[in-house]
């Protein structure tokens, strides 16, 4: 058997994979395939050059849009100076027998058909969030993970972020104490007289390429995993695919996911429960309305009840940012803030109780992401802890069932803002129930 086989079925064995060594990973390149390769993508294929160039060669990149094709071919040339094959059909990726690991970073409507081809294929996974489209198509991405030895990272990179690692283990020595309640938000504005071509005039209206066409945009293999296959061309849907439904969950599967995961991760060993009973969710399209002809809201809340007496309130507004982004797990003997993902503040308990003694004797404390921990995007860390999970040397911090975990409730949230009623989760049978 030639070296390079041996070294591949090392790879696809996890039990066998513990044993690699890390000299025969540097020695011996992992081997990347990268499919999708817009803004998330781009920035992502950064991050693990900025940390782990010497773990990987990138052999093969694929996008459906020419010019994000060039793009990605381009950073590979720079950072990792080898050509990749190019492709704008994703099997060819997943289909290379030299590939070893592949990464997705697609619309959410393509994550649970590439996900599935590449874990029949027994590649290791690198894919964004949230999970997939549907509860459903998640749960079935987890289930072939599982059963497959194979590593899925998901990209909630908050996971791999110091602050949140921190907190976790403040959590955890009993800092705030117990706990019953965290408020998560993300809050955003735009400024409406700015130039489309050049800036985002307004949320999600991302810049649309002006060489964009017919000839170097596959609008059908954009459509080919979403509802209405017949759509013709449409460079907005391709573009700004976040504010339609077919492609996208809007805000609870875009953003709210990042912070139910992220609570998971800090309280959930107190609290003892991943998923919620219930949600109830309420917004609408109140900044960005006619004539955009966006379907998902600008304005969503969402309510949670979980087991244990926890509840998590979420809100996220598209239309003012003073508050910018943030998680406040909320303690009997003190509060831990961490606020776009740049700040943690610890205060203890009681604030307005005049006279009182504290619950707490903990002074306040508070910690700065590069002062504290010289960590600029925990993206670059999270790619290389997949990376190195791999190589058998560490586990994946977002396995799929966490990534699932966050988007259950994301999935909650959008059914009840689209039914207008209370949806409930049946954790006997895994099964939503609405109203
Ligand atoms: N983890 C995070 O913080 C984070 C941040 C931003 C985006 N994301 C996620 O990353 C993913 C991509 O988001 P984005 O902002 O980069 O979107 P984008 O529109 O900028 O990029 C999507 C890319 O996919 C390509 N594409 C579409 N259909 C394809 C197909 N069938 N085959 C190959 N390529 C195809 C498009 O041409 C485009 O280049 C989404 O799942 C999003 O939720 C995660």
């Known amino acids: 058997m030639s070296q390079d086989l041996t070294r591949r079925t090392l790879l696809k064995t996890t039990a066998v994979a513990a044993a690699v060594s890390q000299t025969s990973a540097q020695n011996n390149r992992l081997r990347v395939g990268w499919i999708a390769a817009g803004s998330r993508g781009q920035h992502v294929m950064k991050q693990m050059y900025l940390l782990s160039k010497d773990m990987v060669e990138v052999t093969h990149v694929c996008d459906t849009y020419k010019g994000n094709l060039a793009k990605a071919k381009d950073i590979v040339q720079t950072e ?4 990749p094959k190019t492709s704008i059909d994703y099997m060819e990726v997943i289909n290379d027998p030299n590939v070893d690991v592949i ?66 283990k403040m959590v ?109 969710a309420s917004g609408g399209i109140y900044q960005w309305g006619t004539p955009d002809d966006r379907e998902v809201p600008d304005t969503l809340s969402a309510i949670y009840d979980y087991p244990n007496k926890f509840h998590l309130n979420y809100s996220c507004f598209f239309g003012n940012d003073q508050y910018g982004y943030g998680e406040q797990f909320m303690g009997k003997k003190g509060t831990i803030e961490v606020m776009d993902r740049q700040n943690l503040y610890f205060n203890p308990q009681p604030k307005f109780i005049r006279g009182s003694k504290p619950f707490s004797p903990q002074a306040a404390l508070s910690m700065n992401y590069l002062k504290d921990f010289n960590q600029p ?26 990534g699932q975990i966050a988007a259950i409730p ?24 609405i109203g």
């Open 377 to 402: 995007d925990a993206t670059a860390d999270h790619v290389k802890n997949f990376l190195e999970a791999v190589i058998g040397k560490t586990k994946a911090i977002a396995p799929a069932r966490a």
């Open 410 to 433: 994301g999935h909650m949230a959008t059914q009840s803002f689209r039914a207008k009623k209370a949806v409930f989760w049946d954790a006997k049978t895994s099964k939503l129930k």
């Open 172 to 280: 955890e020595d009993g800092l705030i104490g117990e706990i019953h309640y965290t408020r998560a938000f993300w809050y955003r504005n735009f400024d409406e007289t700015a130039d489309p071509t050049k800036t985002t005039p307004a949320a999600w209206r991302y810049v649309i390429p002006e060489d964009s066409n017919p000839e170097n945009t596959d609008w059908r293999r954009f459509l080919g995993a979403a509802e209405n296959k017949n759509l013709p061309f449409n460079k907005q849907r391709y573009f700004q695919w976040r504010n339609y439904w077919d492609y996208s969950g809007g805000i609870s599967t875009d953003l709210l996911v990042h912070q139910t995961d992220i609570s998971n991760f800090v309280v959930g060993s107190l609290v003892k429960a991943e998923l919620p009973l219930s949600c109830m």
């Open 103 to 168: 990464f997705i970073a697609s619309p959410e409507h393509w994550h649970y058909p590439m996900a599935m081809a590449a874990l029949k294929a027994k590649k290791h996974i690198y894919l964004e969030k949230p999970i997939a489209h549907t509860i459903e198509q998640g749960a079935e991405i987890v289930a072939l993970a599982e059963k497959t030895s194979v590593v899925v990272q998901v990209g909630t990179q908050n996971r791999s972020n110091k602050l949140y690692i921190q907190a976790k």
């Open 80 to 83: 990792g100076k080898n050509t």
